[in-house]
């Protein structure tokens, strides 16, 4: 569903969730008076027939004037000789217990004809309330103009509540307006404010709904131009306002990440042609010399090993892929640090004395991770072999072990800071390393078994800005 399409249907389910809590309101509101207005009416009907019973009869008539209530409330009596008394008529003593009757079914004529004019009346009189405030006692209630000692509202005549039930010989009936006007007026007001709700959400809505859709179009044709090959392209505005700009900032984030991976294996196509070149070209040398070679088992042990080492450096590339395919933490398992690098110190630490250097160990409150145990020590190792292959003769290469922070300083030459984030990627090299052994894969390396683990991998300057210091946080859990 578009933008545009969903901002119109939720404007017409805000509406038809305000018509369906408008109609829930009117009945329990209606419900409400109508409760109030019955047990007024029981009320009144106890009330009059613990009269009549202790006098024992009924009243020879019911004086119309005082036939209500202050309560609204009117009675009838039907007596056991089928006369009534009061202003109703005989079928409607018929009717026990609770009813609604209108006017016409209740009333004689001529009190019909009495609360019709009470009903206009009242209307005229409405309007002539401000100059009966300023003239108090010169306009008497319509209701007490016509004999009634209670006034009524003027929408009553639409429906009326009664009660009847047998008193001494005879009935009584009790009656007041009901509640259907003030429910129909209700209904009405809620239809009303309906109406005039509908057109201003419709607009709000098509007008959110359409700046929406235009934002989301021109999203969507920026990333049709990214994948056609615009990395440049930036979709987010400076600031961000809603979940709109903050997907597109994702995209924007998404975009960034790819440029530098389609960078990085520019980079890396770039590295391998380079530095598959020299072996290969001495394996080509060497194969066009075979015939001429005076030892040709030392030629051929030559060319094998140009070979070796030409598969070694696929072999590290395809382990980089994979554990950047996140797919080795299947085998990880709890690994105490601290025996790892007593492990890896004992087997390096004759190595660099051969190369003329120191390694030294220290570790304090190391910590047990969960991690791969091979993979933690070709870490070290990597780290170890990098500090004595260019730290030099006479240097002094340091692993120290804290906690969950691994780290190996050497007083080498260094790393200059522009290069450190670039000796990361396979196959780089510094211009200085060119010609000394390996093909530029230990830090890569490094780096991915670094991110395996979601460990923090920091390239600095050793002590007093000498040599390199390579830092390893593991994570907490």
Known sequence: MSALRQAIALSLAFLVLLTIGGLLLDDVITEEFRAETEAALREEYQRIS????RTGRFPDQIVTAEVFSDSGVGYAVLR??????????????DRPGFDILEGEQLFQPEALETLDRIFELIEDEAEEDDISSDQPGQNPGTARQLGFDVEFDSDADLGWRIYSGA??????????PGVSAFGADLTGVILIFVIILSLPALVIGLIFGIRAQRRLNRIGAGFDRIADGNLDLRLAPRVIRDDIDELAARIDGATERLQASMRQMSDFSANIAHDLRTPLTRLRLHLDQAEDAEDQAAHREAAIAQMDDIIAIFGAIQRIARMQSQRRRDGFAPVELAAVVEQVHEIYEA???DAGQELSCRVSDADTINADRSLIMQLLANLIENAIRHAGEGAS????LSGRRLSVTDTGPGIPEAERSRVLDPLYRLDRSRNTAGAGLGLAMVKAIADLH???LALMSGPDQR???VEVRFPEG
Request: cysteine-free; proline content about 2%; aromatic content about 4%.
């Open 467 to 469: 040599g390199l210091r």
């Open 50 to 53: 613990d009269r009549l019973t």
């Open 80 to 93: 056991a000789d089928g006369k009534v008394l009061g202003p109703v008529l005989r079928g409607a003593f």
């Open 351 to 353: 190595v660099a004395q």
């Open 397 to 400: 290469i340091a692993i120290d």
């Open 454 to 456: 979601e460990a923090e």
């Open 167 to 176: 008193v001494l010989d005879g009935r009584l009936l009790v009656y007041a």
